[in-house]
């Protein structure tokens, strides 16, 4: 069954840190593009950091540039997003996304999403 799973969500206080999980099933993280995303209530859902297949390449948001950091661990399956120095305006739910072109069409699998909440 190919899937991701998301954890390590929930409530922090600002300033505080948290690393979410995304452990893959039924595909490798190698072999896609790996993304996390958010959507807080209200707003549309909007990229945050993606690892790209090739080569240790990162981008970011600029909302989030120097505080948060993606990584894949192709032994584990598994892509992290480590969250440093978080606000209030980070509290959203986060989804991980594996995508890759087949052909001339791109395959998208997403998580089920978790919540991460920031406040005092």
């Known amino acids: 069954q190919v899937q991701l799973v998301e954890s390590g969500g929930g409530l922090v206080q600002p300033g505080g840190s948290l690393r979410l999980s995304c452990v893959a099933s039924g595909f490798s993280v190698s072999d896609y593009a790996m993304s996390w995303y958010r959507q807080a209530p209200g707003e549309d859902r909007e990229s945050v950091a993606t690892?790209?297949?090739?080569?240790?390449?990162?981008k970011y948001v600029d909302s989030v540039k120097g505080r948060f950091t993606i990584s894949r661990d192709s032994a584990k399956n598994t892509v992290y997003l480590q969250m440093n120095s978080l606000q209030p305006e980070d509290t959203a739910v986060y989804y991980c996304?594996?995508?890759?072109?087949?052909?001339?069409?791109?395959?998208?699998?997403w998580g089920q999403g978790i919540q991460v909440t920031v406040s005092s």
């Open positions: 690892i790209l297949r090739t080569g240790p390449i990162t």
């Open positions: 996304k594996a995508m890759k072109l087949s052909g001339s069409r791109w395959d998208e699998i």
